[in-house]
């Protein structure tokens, strides 16, 4: 992380300063004492009653209950759970969205239970787990709680199956729609299950879609369908929003720093034309080579299709396929990635103010200063455009931003957006009222304004003498993915920031939507929406972080400047609160997925004897792995090219070279992405039947060497045998399963060339010497 000093007098304020019963909080924090007691409330009993003897969704408010319900019901059903497996006993599972609630969930079912759990996350690479290790997690933990997509991938390579498992919870079911794993889980596995599990469903908002009031019941009925259960609200409905949270909804409306501040100051429009015109100049470039792609991709699928490319038209294919290939890998996607954090930076500045857009052009100008990112660029033109972006973007750091903050460093107005300083007051604010022990939520749409949004609060917050004892502490949480211009966020450092902030070593803590379900902290009472929720599940959800008992006030930042917009907001968060009210008084029930799921969802899977079903949406997922494999950890893609300008539309998939399987895989379909999930599923179908997959279906990773066997169809390289010298069985070499890289470095001035023989079948000619 880059630190800009600012230089902020302390005492400084900025322009706005001033503008029950038996209620037990089941959702507490988590306990080390196993086995904790807590009394259900009449409705979680009336439910959970209901939910032993039917498939059910439980829909009810954000900290009414809801995972307490599943632990009762859990351990009601436990009977089955305690036998080994070994002896017809069977497993309860419990699936979540995201890495923080395995840890959560489990850690809750542990403190209200004497049961065993195990925690399955793909952090922990279970997909490099083998049989025997599964079958030991299974045999020795009675509760399994999963992530989504590492339970379905279980379930589809036949480790382990829907029979053997009694009750299967799905946290935050509204997610299942399209092709969202708890819904592939249900229709690919559940209806072919003889000994099918309970299914319970826990959900606070019925869909995770953008939804008008009038479409909520077509919604629930969506989701019955989905997870063949029958939705449920509970009769004690006074008791159930009792036991809810409750917050104040307040707005604040600001207005965008381009229209109030930019518009008064012409010299801060200047920063933002410099990255426009570099973000054009970008533009450009990638236009011409796109040009250049699409009609080598033409001519080669069109050669493909029209000749006997294989045979009497070789050398064409040839030439035209090595034409391609070249100019493909020659193409540094670190140009394109150019252009989008350009654009980041010029979203940063119109948000934050030229404090953020200062901070982030530096950020990014020393991460391009980085030698291996232009050592990367095999494409000398992509290498000039790289190097005058970076010229300017130093330009732009050093000349222009740093005079401009030396010129306006005691002026937060122009330092920082009326948004900024709005949302600083009301964090302070809160504090104040609420005697020093306020914690807040901001949230926000992007990962770049979390990392931003949290370095210039915590420059804020040391410029301030404050008031009170306790000064603000602030740190951000995103999503688990490494970023070009900060550290990888991890599942560790996910869990210790959530965890400084539930102890109080942190008081504001910015987050994406990652932590937007579930999290239970009960004393947060200030959830505040730097950016507009996408849907009503997202406003519902972020709105159920606010858990502290008295104050809880949820804040939504609207922009003014906008007239249409501000209308358009407003009316969909009047939606937002219809819709809840509908909820939280009860409806009665008396379907569509997206158009590619439903296609998806009627290609025949994939089915050996063995039990195991690849779906096309899991074939495509192989295919990645498989190359992977190929590669010894590093992806060589396959190349997927598409013929056709309109419906309906021709894929063909073509495997590295280092793949046995030489036959190019063609199918037709009429969307361009079901003809290449229809290619990826009959390319797993060839590669298990050719023994590349393994029993259960999955690529063998014990694999160091390939011996390739190519059917040669033709005489073409009958005079490279020549040039060898015939050797003997004890002579045999192998080569190592890799791929050279292109383009070759081959010496200028060098007239040697290099001519390779495998298994006395495949020659070839390369200008350098390869690695054996």
């Not at 419990?94 to 239970?113: C, D, G, N, R």
């Not at 560790?492 to 379900?517: M, P």
């Amino acid at each position: 992380m880059v630190n800009v000093d600012i230089g902020i007098h302390k005492h400084i304020l900025l322009s706005e300063m001033g503008s029950s019963n038996r209620n037990i909080t089941v959702t507490m924090a988590p306990s080390t004492d196993a086995n904790v007691v807590v009394s259900a409330r009449t409705y979680q009993t009336e439910l959970m009653e209901q939910a032993k003897s039917e498939n059910l969704v439980i829909c009810l408010p954000t900290g009414s209950g809801k995972t307490y319900i599943a632990v009762i019901l859990i351990k009601e059903m436990s009977h089955a759970i305690r036998e080994s497996l070994k002896n017809g006993g069977k497993r309860t599972v419990f699936l979540v969205k995201t890495v923080q609630l395995v840890t959560q969930q489990s850690e809750y079912i542990l403190t209200h239970t004497d049961l065993t759990v195990g925690k399955y996350y793909g952090e922990l690479a279970v997909d490099l787990w083998n049989k025997e290790k599964w079958e030991y997690e299974l045999e020795n933990h009675q509760v399994l709680v999963f992530t989504a997509q590492v339970f379905l991938d279980l379930i589809d390579h036949a480790n382990f199956s829907l029979k053997q498992v009694n009750l299967i919870i799905f946290d935050e079911c509204h997610h299942a729609s399209g092709d969202d794993r708890y819904a592939a889980l249900m229709n690919k596995h559940y209806d072919n299950c003889p000994d099918p599990p309970r299914v319970l469903g826990l959900t606070a908002s019925i869909s995770s879609r953008k939804i008008k009031p009038d479409k909520l019941l077509d919604n629930a009925k969506e989701l019955e369908k989905t997870f063949r259960a029958r939705i449920e609200i509970g009769s004690s409905r006074n008791e159930i929003i009792k036991h809810g949270t409750s917050v104040q909804v307040e707005t604040i409306l600001c207005s965008s720093y381009r229209d109030e501040i930019m518009k008064n100051n012409e010299s801060l429009t200047i920063p933002f034309e410099i990255l426009n015109f570099m973000c054009s100049s970008i533009e450009g470039y990638l236009s011409t080579n796109n040009t250049t792609y699409r009609k080598l991709e033409r001519d080669l699928t069109d050669t493909m299709l029209t000749t006997d490319y294989r045979g009497n038209n070789i050398a064409a294919y040839n030439k035209q396929s090595a034409d391609y290939t070249a100019f493909s890998q020659s193409q540094s996607i670190t140009i394109p990635q150019l252009k989008s954090y350009l654009k980041n930076v010029i979203e940063v500045g119109h948000e934050l103010g030229l404090y953020g857009l200062l901070l982030f052009a530096k950020i990014l100008r020393n991460r391009l200063k980085s030698s291996l990112v232009r050592l990367s660029m095999a494409d000398s033109s992509a290498r000039e455009i790289f190097d005058d972006m970076f010229q300017r973007l130093e330009c732009l750091v050093e000349d222009i931003l740093r005079n401009l903050w030396r010129l306006n460093r005691h002026n937060l107005e122009i330092l920082f957006s009326p948004k900024v300083r709005k949302l600083f007051n009301r964090i302070l604010k809160q504090q104040n009222e609420n005697n020093k022990r306020s914690r807040c939520i901001v949230f926000v749409e992007r990962v770049y304004t979390a990392t931003m949004l949290s370095q210039i609060l915590s420059n804020l917050a040391s410029s301030q003498e404050p008031t009170w004892d306790t000064p603000l502490k602030i740190k951000h949480v995103t999503g688990i993915k490494a970023l070009f211009y900060d550290k990888p966020m991890t599942a560790k450092y996910q869990r210790q920031t959530i965890e400084e902030f539930r102890s109080q070593n942190l008081n504001v803590l910015i987050a994406t939507a990652v932590i937007e379900e579930g999290l239970d902290i009960p004393d947060c009472d200030l959830v505040i929406r730097f950016n507009k929720p996408n849907n009503f599940s997202s406003y519902m959800q972020s709105k159920g972080r606010a858990r502290a008992k008295q104050n809880a006030s949820y804040v939504l930042f609207m922009d003014e400047s906008n007239a249409d917009e501000y209308a358009r907001d407003k009316n969909e968060y009047s939606d937002y609160e219809e819709i809840e009210k509908m909820i939280q008084q009860g409806f009665s029930l008396d379907e569509s997925d997206d158009d590619l799921a439903d296609d998806l969802s009627r290609i025949p899977p994939y089915c050996p004897s063995n039990g195991v079903i690849i779906d096309a949406t899991r074939a495509a997922q192989l295919i990645m792995q498989y190359c992977g494999v190929l590669g010894n950890g590093q992806v060589y893609p396959p190349r997927f090219l598409f013929h056709g300008c309109c419906s309906p539309y021709t894929c063909i998939l073509s495997m590295p070279a280092n793949c046995p399987i030489r036959d190019d895989i063609k199918c037709e379909s009429s969307k361009k992405k079901l003809a290449k999930y229809k290619c990826c599923l009959e390319m797993v179908k060839k590669l298990h039947e050719h023994g590349e997959f393994d029993d259960h279906c999955l690529p063998n990773r014990n694999r160091t060497l390939l011996k390739i066997k190519i059917p040669i169809e033709n005489r073409i390289f009958d005079l490279a045998d020549e040039l060898f010298e015939t050797k003997s069985e004890s002579s045999f070499e192998t080569f190592s399963k890799q791929i050279a890289k292109f383009p070759l470095q081959k010496d200028p001035v060098s007239t040697c060339w290099h001519l390779y023989q495998i298994d006395n079948q495949l020659g070839f000619v390369v200008p350098s010497e390869l690695k054996k």
